[in-house]
């Protein structure tokens, strides 16, 4: 009864109200284990689930890190015949896909990944806690 009324009271603001509450900023918290499952399932596409793992792992700072060949095992596939895990072979191109459409930022690699700020708030540590990965980058480079 009381979804029924709220959405007669939402669906009945004016023109110039409803775009004031799209100028808002909403936001909720999130559960990573929520995420984390999400990126073992294998009926999501591999870039989808490669974001499930960011967003089930990152910390304050966005970045969310991995050993090397986690990310791989973590998005493998199952061969329901013979019970062999794949790792996932293109996660190169995956990451890049979850970056183009907007989920990762750029710098994303298979040992950190980039959870944009504008997307997330909070997690483990410090916001301004420095990334091993691209600290180590940064100093190579």
């Known amino acids: ?26 936001w909720g918290k999130h559960y990573h284990s929520a995420w984390r499952d999400r990126a073992h399932d294998q009926r999501l596409d591999q870039w989808l689930r490669v974001t499930a793992a960011a967003y089930g792992g990152h910390r304050a700072n966005g970045h969310a890190l991995f050993e090397r060949g986690e990310l791989a095992r973590i998005t493998s596939t199952l061969n329901l015949t013979t019970g062999e895990l794949t790792p996932n072979r293109n996660l190169s191109r995956h990451i890049a896909q979850a970056v183009d459409l907007g989920f990762l930022v750029k710098r994303s690699n298979s040992r950190c990944l980039i959870v944009p700020g504008h997307a997330v708030d909070g997690g483990l540590g410090d916001r301004e806690e420095e990334c091993p990965v691209h600290r180590l980058w940064s100093d190579t480079a």
């Open 1 to 26: 009864m009381w979804a029924v009324a709220l959405r007669s009271v939402l669906c009945c603001e004016t023109e110039g109200a409803r775009a004031n509450v799209a100028r808002v900023a909403r």
